[in-house]
């Protein structure tokens, strides 16, 4: 199996960015998909789940300004950045679950990682 993210980058602030997350060599679709990031001396920090269907979470830090999405028919989840900030600069990892399990929304309190991980993406904002 391999996750693959794409679409990071060097942006202002203000702007917008799409990161993907693709996942190949498996006849499995993504069931659901945490996407995190990291910065160097910090732990990952969650910033957005999609589960099946339409549930979603987002981190307060992202909270109206990232949306997540996915498109089934091409195993990829999206990961809609806009109003970047400084703050937001960080690798970006897409963390998916291929199995069939239900996770509301809450799951992704819970701290809990699924089993895949890309290698991730990174995205830099200047002020």
């Known amino acids: 199996v391999q996750v693959v993210e794409s679409g990071g980058g060097l942006v202002q602030a203000g702007d917008s960015l799409t990161l993907s997350c693709v996942v190949s060599?498996?006849?499995?679709?993504?069931?659901?998909v945490a996407w995190y990031r990291q910065t160097p001396g910090k732990q990952r920090e969650l910033v957005a789940g999609?589960?099946?269907?339409?549930?979603?979470h987002y981190s307060d830090s992202v909270k109206g300004r990232f949306t997540a999405s996915r498109d089934n028919a091409k195993n990829t989840v999206y990961l809609q950045m806009n109003s970047l900030k400084p703050e937001d600069t960080a690798v970006y990892y897409c963390?998916?679950?291929?199995?069939?399990?239900?996770?509301?929304?809450?799951?992704?309190?819970?701290?809990?990682?699924?089993?895949?991980w890309g290698q991730g993406t990174q995205v830099t904002v200047s002020s």
């Open positions: 963390n998916a679950d291929l199995g069939d399990t239900y996770y509301a929304s809450s799951y992704y309190l819970t701290g809990r990682m699924f089993e895949h």
């Open positions: 999609v589960s099946s269907g339409t549930i979603t």
């Open positions: 060599g498996t006849t499995r679709t993504i069931n659901a």
